[in-house]
Every structure is written in C-alpha cells, then in structure tokens.
C-alpha cells in the first residue's frame, strides 16, 4: 500500500515561501502522474498543479506564476516551492496520484499564510 507523507508547511507572512515535500513509499513517484491538492477550512479540496511522469506540469490558475511543482527522482519526492504566498494560500496541502483512482490520502501540511 501506498504511504504519502507530506511536509514543510509552517506559518509564513504573505509574501513569504514555503517549500512542501512529498515522500512516498510503496510506489515509484516518477511512474505516475502527481499532484499537490488543497483544502482550506470549509471548502473543498483543489488542485494546484501536477507533474507527469515525463516531467510536464499543470498549474492551477490561482498558483500559476508563484508555485512550482518538481520532483527528485532519485529520494522518490515531490516538491512544491510556493512564493509570493497570499492570505488566500491558506490550507491543508496535500500530495496524490492524479488519476482515476488515487492512494490512500496522508495526513497533509498546514499551510497558514499571515497578512
């Protein structure tokens, strides 16, 4: 079964970075699709971006310009830098297979944006 654990959340001022992890065990993230997902108290979980397997990405909208999703093959990671942050970034970060069916979800990153 596939582990995620996410990390690197923290509380920052707007207009600070963060850089999240994503480590996974049980599976090679670099065969998949990846995506980094949030969810901000009382909404629904969203996508912000995602990496295929051959290293193109997506960008929510909301991110495009101020994150960037990557990946360190050889430590099994996905890593989202997110700068220029806004009170609005605050949530719940957390990291999945982008795909029909995805794993089971980990307990995610706090990500609290002050303004």
């Known amino acids: 079964q596939v582990q995620l654990v996410e990390s690197g959340g923290g509380l920052v001022q707007a207009g600070g970075s963060l850089r999240l992890s994503c480590a996974a065990s049980?599976?090679?993230?670099?065969?998949?699709?990846i995506g980094w997902y949030r969810q901000a108290p009382g909404k629904q979980r969203e996508l912000v971006a995602t990496?295929?397997?051959?290293?193109?990405?997506y960008y929510a909208d909301f991110v495009k310009g101020r994150f960037t999703i990557s990946r360190d093959n050889a430590k099994n990671t996905i890593f989202l830098q997110m700068n220029s942050l806004k009170p609005e970034d605050t949530a719940v970060y957390y990291c999945?297979?982008?795909?029909?069916?995805?794993?089971?979800w980990g307990q995610g990153t706090q990500v609290t944006v002050s303004s």
């Open positions: 049980g599976s090679t993230l670099r065969m998949h699709t």
């Open positions: 999945n297979r982008f795909a029909n069916t995805s794993w089971k």
């Open positions: 990496i295929t397997s051959t290293g193109s990405n």
